[in-house]
């Protein structure tokens, strides 16, 4: 039979929830009794009947006749007669004990609903308001972000001025200055040398190329440490056993173990910088140079292996500074992608970088502003007062590898790099090796000045001699520019020895022959 309430048909096994289920439950045992009820009333009429005097006369007249043998029906009619009161006590009990457990889930179901009932009230009396008050929470939580924001932004900026700061005085101390000749070109120094753009590298010095490349690597390693960057281009400072700088390619930067100086893994003697054809270790990568021992003209001719190594090794090298201004937002040149011109200008972009056109404050609680005021208007200093005047705002120190705040390292940090837009320093070394050869293959006549022309001794009776300059004027090495040929140059540097003496048999004058 189904149930109205719960829609199940009722059954043994299945515990009743209503009345209906405990009616269903029910069903059989009252059938049952019903039944019980009906043999018992059969029963009693019997039993009425067989203990009546008509019947107990009848009776006797029969067992008068039948004997004993009506005895064993009686007994066990008898007996039936007790199974029949036990079953019907047994279905009573079972039917107090029904009605006990109906009675229990009624009050378990009271229990519940005054559970509910409680439950709900205490539901509606947090509900009132609670809006105001998730607003107000809301908004205590953002503030609380903001004040944070703002004071870790605060803090930021502070650490990007300190940054800033000591790139800045690291630039004064190495002797980083700007200057212009007597022809109106800029010129850029550190240390007293003159920085030597990549494309003029055939009229320099092997000293003075080596020494300016060393003090550039030195200032651009303590500001990357300063600023808490990591070069895309790994260079090897001078330590023991190590005593130049030396630069990886961007492929197996930071991904090798201690490796061997140029030079020294046991190979024959040579004097250029890259004697070590092979490393000692066939997976070790090999370091580029940045200094040689010869003129570029010259090593070119002797070692084109070790040529080509130096002129990666400088051009990764001015990659790496290009690469720093980026992230500091220094523009490289005018244009939005830096042209070859622009990343081969080491000396501008790295004064650019570090004492260019950008405020540089002092943190007020180490420096005091009196300091940084200058006391005479020098060129220089009139100079970096009209740049800083016309600078732009300053992002110098903001973006780094060091800190959580504006990481280059997260999503928007390499979309930051990714719009840089800088050449492939492989490629701009072989375009800067292209250029160099073509000047050393097609060096003609030169325009000299009006300097070159002055002539302290007598001229020769076999040829044309142009008048060199006077090197007690100028540093070691630097006085040979008025010859005529790259040649003459390359005769030149090997003429001056490191003490600034000549060899002997030189006196200063370069024959020329006649065409």
């Known amino acids: 039979m189904q149930c109205d309430i719960c829609f199940r048909t009722g059954g043994s ?25 009906l043999e018992k009333d059969a029963l009693d009429q019997q039993i009425t009947t067989l203990l009546s005097p008509k019947a107990q006369s009848t009776g006797e007249k029969d067992n008068s006749l039948q004997g004993p043998a009506n005895g ?23 039917a107090d004990e029904l009605r006990a457990k109906v009675e229990s889930a009624r009050e378990e179901i009271a229990k519940k609903k005054a559970l509910l009932a409680r439950r709900k009230s205490d539901l509606a009396s947090a509900l009132n308001g609670v809006d105001s008050r998730r607003t107000r929470q809301v908004e205590d939580v953002e503030k609380g972000l903001r004040m944070t924001k703002y004071k870790w932004n605060q803090g930021h900026g502070t650490t990007a001025a300190s940054r800033a700061f000591l790139c800045g005085e690291a630039a004064k101390l190495y002797g980083l200055k700007r200057a212009r000749r007597n022809s109106g070109l800029e010129e850029y120094k550190i240390g007293g040398v003159s920085i030597v753009d990549l494309r003029t590298m055939n009229t320099a010095s092997p000293a003075q190329i080596s020494t300016a490349l060393s003090h550039i690597v030195h200032l651009l390693m303590l500001s990357t440490h ?5 070069l895309p281009a790994e260079i090897t400072l001078p330590h023991r056993d190590y005593p130049l700088p030396t630069v990886f390619n961007l492929s197996s930067s930071y991904k090798h173990a201690d490796v061997p100086f140029p030079g020294t893994s046991g190979q024959s003697s040579n004097t250029s910088p890259t004697a070590s054809r092979q490393p000692e270790q066939p997976n070790q990568p090999r370091p580029r140079p940045l200094f040689i021992k010869k003129p570029l003209p010259l090593l070119a001719t002797e070692d084109p292996s070790g040529y080509g190594l130096f002129l990666e090794g400088v051009t990764l090298l001015a990659y790496d500074v ?17 042209s070859f011109e622009d990343i ?14 950008r405020p540089r ?9 009196a300091q940084t005021t200058p006391t005479k208007g020098t060129r220089d200093t009139e100079t970096e007062t009209e740049d800083r005047k016309n600078a732009p705002a300053a992002t110098m120190g903001q973006y780094s590898h060091g800190s959580a705040h504006s990481f280059l390292g997260n999503a928007e940090g390499t979309y930051f790099i990714r719009s840089w837009k800088l050449p492939n320093p492989m490629k701009l070394a072989g375009e800067l090796k292209l250029k160099l050869l073509s000047e050393v293959a097609n060096a003609e006549w ?4 009006e300097d070159a022309w002055h002539v302290d001794d007598e001229m020769g009776d076999d040829g044309v001699v142009v008048g060199a300059r006077k090197e007690g004027d100028k540093a070691p090495g630097l006085g040979m520019q008025s010859f ?3 040649r003459t140059v390359m005769e030149a540097v090997e003429m001056v020895g490191g003490d600034g003496a000549r060899k002997p048999g030189t006196n200063g004058w370069t024959k020329l022959k006649p065409r």
């Not at 300063?226 to 990591?230: G, N, V």
């Not at 690469?323 to 244009?335: T, Y």
Request: aromatic share 4%; charged share 25%.
């Open 446 to 449: 030169e325009v000299l000045d």
């Open 72 to 94: 064993p029906n009686r007994a066990s009619i008898l007996a039936e007669r007790e199974r029949t009161v036990d079953r019907t006590l047994q279905i009573i009990t079972q």
């Open 13 to 37: 096994r299945l515990p009743f929830l209503c009345p209906t289920d405990a009616r269903n439950r029910l069903y059989e045992p009252r059938i049952q009794n019903a039944r019980v009820l």
């Open 344 to 357: 081969c200008n080491i000396g501008k972009n790295l004064y650019n970088l570090l004492l260019g056109s």
């Open 484 to 486: 005529m040929s790259m």
């Open 226 to 230: 300063y600023l808490a960057i990591r």
């Open 322 to 338: 290009a690469w720093v201004c980026k992230s500091q937002g220094i523009p490289v040149g005018e244009d939005k992608e830096p």
């Open 361 to 369: 404050p002092a943190p007020p609680s180490r420096v005091p502003s």
